[in-house]
């Protein structure tokens, strides 16, 4: 059964430092997703992506951030600065055709920040 | 936007029960899903439900869309069903899935 993979499974970074997540959507799909859980709390949308651009962005999503598809099959999400507060599960997620289809999720990755 | 409430916040329950898990949204929704993330963190699909009933083995959901509730049932529970279950729904004209606090399941053996 396809699926969304992510990588890495973990990363533990100084405070400062730039992070790139990794993701491999479902082949089909066309929507690209981002979502955060801080530890113990719900999950949080941060951005969608289509067509190669972004369709849509939380308020979370700010200038720190920046997402990209550098060739057919990734989709990586970047933190520029990091700062203790970005320590999350970072889900990166993929839809067929958007809003009204089914999202699926990757397995997450852990993020810490020290 | 969109509000998405779950309740009971959390349950313990005895292997072999039922339970009942409701999902309430303010608003009317394109996408409805249900998850259950396990231990490791992981998000599993469950049901993607906008309306109507679908089961899939112990689990089924049912979505009554005109009155902005969802409901997911889990019968002759089992230990490996412990975790948080989350609803998430978003509404016309939004990619965003907007999640609710999540409802922690404890089966005990």
């Known amino acids: 059964e396809p699926e969304v993979t992510q990588t890495p499974s973990h990363q533990v970074t100084q405070m400062g430092q730039e992070v790139i997540l990794r993701c491999v959507p479902i082949?089909?799909?066309?929507?690209f997703y981002w979502y955060r859980q801080i530890l113990g709390q719900k999950v949080e949308f941060l951005v969608s992506f289509y067509n190669n651009e972004i369709s849509e962005k939380s308020e979370i999503f700010d200038d720190q951030f920046s997402v990209e598809r550098p060739d057919g099959s990734n989709f990586t999400l970047k933190i520029r600065s990091t700062k203790l507060e970005d320590s999350a599960m970072y889900f990166c997620?993929?839809?067929?055709?958007?809003?009204?289809?089914?999202?699926?999720f990757g397995q997450g990755t852990r993020l810490t920040v020290v | 936007g969109i509000q998405v409430e779950q309740s009971p916040p959390d349950l313990i329950l005895q292997e072999g029960a039922n339970s009942t898990l409701r999902c309430n949204f303010s608003d009317s929704v394109n996408n409805l899903q249900w998850f259950h993330q396990n231990p490791w963190g992981q998000l599993i699909n469950l049901f993607y439900?906008?309306?109507g009933t679908k089961q899939n083995g112990r689990l089924s959901a049912t979505t009554v869309a005109t009155e902005r509730y969802s409901l997911l049932y889990i019968s002759s529970s089992q230990t490996t069903d412990s975790g948080v279950y989350f609803c998430?729904?978003?509404?016309?004209?939004?990619?965003?899935?907007?999640f609710g606090k999540g409802m922690k399941l404890t089966v005990n053996p």
């Open positions: 998430a729904a978003n509404q016309g004209g939004s990619e965003k899935l907007v």
């Open positions: 439900i906008p309306s």
């Open positions: 082949s089909n799909h066309l929507y």
């Open positions: 997620a993929s839809s067929e055709q958007g809003q009204n289809t089914e999202a699926f």
